[in-house]
């Protein structure tokens, strides 16, 4: 089992949509998450941080389950330029020194 | 200044040079990363420096050497690569490493091995 999983995608959807991703991790053990994006050819950037209080931060909510081990990304009125990868990060118990990238999802947003 | 700059941009070598990517930090960070990013694949963590004492190794092969003479600058030496090797070589900071925080990245090398 892969250490962060995440569908690859991509997911096509109209302008305005509402989208989901969701992210699964294997050590019970990981300490913080987050969500980056990617564009093509570019470094990438952190979206937000997520709490276990779940946060919110415009159209994007981020959610943890540390139960399910499981964290998921919510991004709603999707805009045209929401197209991007979206990665899904998790630092293992030793905190950033042992941070591990999921494969990230690809999301088209189209007119 | 950008927080986080990385040079040269793109590069071009032959399996038998030696060069070196460089990246600062203009963030007041504690913690530097290097990662590889292969096509297709994820980002690979490759080293970590905190406090600028090299944490973890993450077993790369010894072609890559990685330095980091302060907080804000880091460096990775490279030797007799492989084509394998081409990708895309990231550079983050973080305020602190243990704790885990959020990382920032800047714009990358692009590594093309001959």
């Known amino acids: 089992r892969k250490e962060v999983e995440q569908d690859p995608g991509p997911f096509n959807v109209p302008e305005g949509a509402t989208v989901a991703f969701n992210c699964t991790y294997s050590n019970s053990a990981s300490q913080s998450f987050f969500w980056y994006r990617q564009d093509c050819r570019k470094e990438p950037k952190l979206l937000m941080s997520?709490?276990?209080s779940g946060n919110e931060d415009g159209r994007f909510t981020a959610q943890l389950n540390r139960a399910s081990q499981y964290i998921s990304l919510l991004i709603r009125d999707s805009k045209l330029s929401d197209s991007a990868t979206y990665l899904c990060v998790v630092n293992g118990d030793t905190g950033g020194f042992k941070t591990i990238f999921g494969a990230g999802t690809r999301l088209f947003v189209k007119a | 200044e950008t927080g986080v700059t990385q040079t040269p941009r793109h590069l071009v070598m032959g399996m038998t040079n030696k060069k070196s990517l460089k990246c600062e930090q203009h963030?007041?960070?504690?913690?530097m990363y290097w990662y590889k990013q292969s096509a297709k694949k994820p980002l690979e963590l490759m080293f970590v420096y905190s406090l600028e004492e090299r944490v973890e190794n993450n077993s790369v092969p010894s072609r890559f050497s990685p330095e980091c003479p302060n907080s804000s600058h880091l460096f990775l030496h490279l030797h007799t690569l492989q084509p394998e090797d081409s990708a895309l070589y990231l550079c983050?900071?973080?305020?602190?490493?243990?704790?885990?925080?959020?990382?920032?990245f800047g714009p990358g090398t692009r590594l093309t091995v001959t």
């Open positions: 997520v709490y276990s």
């Open positions: 983050a900071s973080s305020q602190e490493g243990r704790r885990g925080d959020e990382q920032y």
């Open positions: 963030l007041g960070h504690n913690a």
